[in-house]
């Protein structure tokens, strides 16, 4: 059994003995995996219900109707409203408001020029998200997989930048790989957010793994990590948790502790965690 200090205690030796390039591979790794990794995700249905509210959207041909406890909301007229009981309200002002409001809700060329807006903001936001997914799978899952595996080197005696090349081969087993573990993940993540964490930890070596068996299969990978994680979830957890006093500092420091410091400590703590996982 790992001893929680004494892995802490190795991973600031191993940072000490190479700081400035932990440093600038721990920004990287924080750059573009932890400031993009892809967040819980929630199915949504088209109906929330509990004992005192009952909200659901349906269609009546020509757009969204909104019920709110069987009747029909409307939205914009609940603005107008809200202002009309408003005090001081200029009359002329709600008027003006509810001018607008008839014009949008009935002028044929306002609701289609509204509907195109919306469109389009619909499939600017599809086409970022398009991209951002692209980005994760293709170029920051391979430099994730370089980032570890420079500091599992790290582990060894102090590593060069080149360690970092590993991510991008074999790239398309890295990026299947790596694709697989975020879509489990997400996968039991929809389900509820707790089977999400406990996956994610149950996966959190296989970029390790890729980066020092360039030969191993995905699939093994994969099921390697989750054997090496086997009863060994919560005591990661706790070793995560030991850092958040050091993350605090960081934040009052406006992350500058966390860049110099805090994340290329934890990151080569983490490469540690491997090592003993592997060895035990």
């Known amino acids: ?11 600031m030796a191993a940072f000490k003995a190479n700081y400035w390039k932990c440093v600038l591979v721990a920004f990287l790794l924080a750059l573009f995996v932890a400031g993009t990794s892809a967040s819980t995700s ?63 809700q009935t002028d044929p060329e306002v609701k289609t020029a509204m509907g195109i807006m919306f469109a389009m903001l619909g499939g600017t936001l599809l086409l970022i998200g398009v991209v951002a997914a692209a980005l994760r799978i293709l170029v920051f899952n391979p430099i994730e997989v370089g980032c570890r595996g420079f500091f599992n080197s790290n582990t060894k005696a102090p590593a060069a930048l080149d360690e970092m090349k590993v991510g991008f081969h074999p790239y398309g087993r890295t990026v299947g790989t790596m694709f697989l573990r975020d879509l489990f993940v997400c996968l039991w993540s929809m389900l509820f957010v707790i089977p999400g964490i406990i996956k994610a930890y149950s996966y959190r070596m296989v970029p390790y793994i890729l980066a020092e068996n360039p030969e191993i299969k995905g699939k093994e990978a994969i099921d390697l990590s989750r054997k090496m994680m086997d009863g060994q979830k919560w005591n990661t957890f706790v070793l995560d948790l030991s850092f958040i006093g050091w993350d605090l500092l960081s934040c009052l420091t406006l992350g500058l502790l966390g860049l110099f410091y805090v994340n290329p400590y934890k990151y080569c703590t983490g490469a540690e965690l491997y090592q003993a996982l592997k060895n035990k």
């Open 42 to 104: 929630r199915t949504a249905s088209t109906g929330l219900n509990n004992s005192n509210y009952n909200f659901t959207v349906s269609s009546d041909g020509t757009g969204n109707v909104y019920m709110v406890n069987n009747e029909t909301y409307d939205s914009l007229q609940d603005a107008v409203s809200a202002v009309g009981t408003a005090e001081n309200v200029d009359p002329a002002s709600i008027e003006a408001i509810n001018d607008m409001v008839t014009m949008i």
């Open 1 to 11: 059994m790992w001893d929680r200090k004494e892995l802490k205690k190795k991973g």
